[in-house]
């Protein structure tokens, strides 16, 4: 059974820094996507990833896969409020989604 | 292109009734999931449909939990009875041949 593991869990982030979220799945898997969501809000898609070496950026927002390490990582650059959400990875598993826990990212000034 | 509909928005019933949730996926989409989001978890996988054929139940509380998909379009998940651990966000989602996941608003859904 594929599990999917993120961390941190929850992440309190100063505007202006960088950091990484780390998403760790344990089979092989050729297409992984990241997800944010808004209290109360559905998912919205960021990025989908589907080689290994893939890596896609958006804005401040840049994701990217290891197939061989089974990790992605999402890089948060110079972080803003307007970042502040609930990230999640979901890994590919015979065409369903398997969801990793998610991480609560807070920005604060 | 409509997106995922998904009805009721909200939805606060006691324990031991019985709800229902609908969903209308994109069209031309063979692929229908829902999911069950519990807060301050990740979406969990109920059941996934292929036209209107399942093709996944196995984390499915079929003793309380029913799901169907009528002419491969539409589907209603119900619950009956329904216990208070089954308050959550029921998501839906479709997809066209396994890419492309694109997620309903949900029902969230509260028992007391």
């Known amino acids: 059974e594929l599990k999917v593991e993120q961390n941190p869990l929850f992440l309190s982030m100063q505007e202006g820094k960088n950091y990484t979220i780390y998403c760790n799945y344990s089979?092989?898997?050729?297409?992984l996507y990241w997800y944010r969501q808004d209290p109360g809000k559905s998912l919205e898609s960021l990025f989908v990833l589907l080689s290994n070496g893939a890596v896609k950026q958006e804005g401040r927002l840049m994701a990217s896969l290891d197939t061989k390490a089974r990790l992605s990582t999402l890089h948060i650059t110079a972080a803003v409020h307007d970042l502040s959400a609930t990230y999640f990875c979901?890994?590919?598993?015979?065409?369903?989604?398997?969801f990793g826990t998610g991480t609560r990212l807070q920005v604060f000034p | 292109e409509a997106g995922v509909a998904q009805s009721p928005r909200y939805k606060i019933i006691e324990k031991r009734q019985s709800v229902a949730f609908w969903c209308n996926p994109i069209s031309g989409h063979a692929t229908l999931y829902w999911y069950q989001q519990i807060l301050g978890q990740g979406p969990k996988l109920l059941i996934q449909f292929q036209n209107n054929g399942v093709v996944d139940d196995s984390q499915l509380p079929k003793d309380r939990f029913s799901a169907e998909r009528l002419k491969g379009v539409d589907s209603t998940l119900k619950i009956q009875p329904a216990k208070l651990e089954d308050s959550a966000v029921y998501l839906c989602?479709?997809?066209?041949?396994?890419?492309?996941?694109?997620f309903g608003s949900g029902t969230r859904l509260t028992v007391v």
């Open positions: 989602a479709s997809s066209l041949s396994g890419y492309g996941y694109t």
């Open positions: 979901a890994v590919v598993d015979t065409d369903k989604l398997i």
């Open positions: 089979t092989t898997s050729d297409r």
